[in-house]
């Protein structure tokens, strides 16, 4: 059963740093821009992924083609995908042994939420981190203890 009680979005909320958010845009309509551009803002190192965008950069940072390029290990995936595309996704954070994936809003897949749970990854699913701290008052990662 993916997570959703605050008490354990907020943990995760507070011990992530790092975080791969796949679906990443460059057009600053798009959700997944606005959500990359306010983790930053909160301290969170954000690494972009977008294979159509691979090389780039977003935002200051440098776009992967997928979760096997990235360049450091990450605490958390952040998926903007259509469900029906995240399985594969889900499969890297399995195999890379990723301790967390978040799907966002609208973004529910419970055969690949329950994959990633059986293999000991924590899932939220049908979220968006955005709305999430300053629901749970999260501190920004700096000012943590």
């Given at each position: 059963?993916?997570?959703?009680?605050?008490?354990?979005?907020?943990?995760?909320?507070?011990?992530?740093?790092?975080?791969?958010?796949?679906?990443?845009?460059?057009?600053?309509?798009?959700?997944?821009?606005?959500?990359?551009?306010?983790?930053?803002?909160?301290?969170?190192?954000?690494?972009?992924?977008n294979?159509?965008?691979?090389?780039?950069?977003?935002?200051?940072?440098?776009?992967?083609?997928?979760?096997?390029?990235?360049?450091?290990?990450v605490d958390?995936?952040?998926?903007?995908?259509?469900?029906?595309?995240?399985?594969?996704?889900?499969?890297?954070?399995?195999?890379?042994?990723?301790?967390?994936?978040?799907?966002?809003?609208?973004?529910?897949?419970?055969e690949?939420?329950?994959?990633?749970?059986?293999a000991?990854?924590?899932?939220?699913?049908?979220r968006?981190?955005?709305?999430?701290?300053?629901?749970?008052?999260?501190?920004?990662?700096?000012?943590?203890?």
């Amino acid at each position: 059963m993916p997570v959703n009680t605050p008490d354990q979005i907020r943990q995760i909320l507070e011990s992530v740093t790092t975080i791969a958010l796949v679906g990443a845009s460059e057009k600053t309509s798009r959700p997944s821009h606005e959500v990359m551009e306010y983790l930053q803002g909160h301290g969170y190192r954000i690494i972009p992924v977008n294979p159509r965008l691979a090389g780039q950069t977003v935002l200051g940072e440098t776009v992967y083609a997928d979760l096997n390029s990235l360049p450091e290990p990450v605490d958390m995936v952040d998926l903007f995908l259509a469900p029906e595309r995240t399985d594969a996704l889900i499969d890297q954070a399995i195999d890379l042994d990723i301790p967390v994936v978040w799907l966002q809003i609208g973004v529910i897949n419970q055969e690949g939420a329950a994959r990633a749970e059986a293999a000991g990854l924590k899932v939220v699913m049908d979220r968006c981190p955005k709305q999430e701290i300053p629901r749970l008052g999260i501190p920004r990662v700096s000012e943590r203890p």
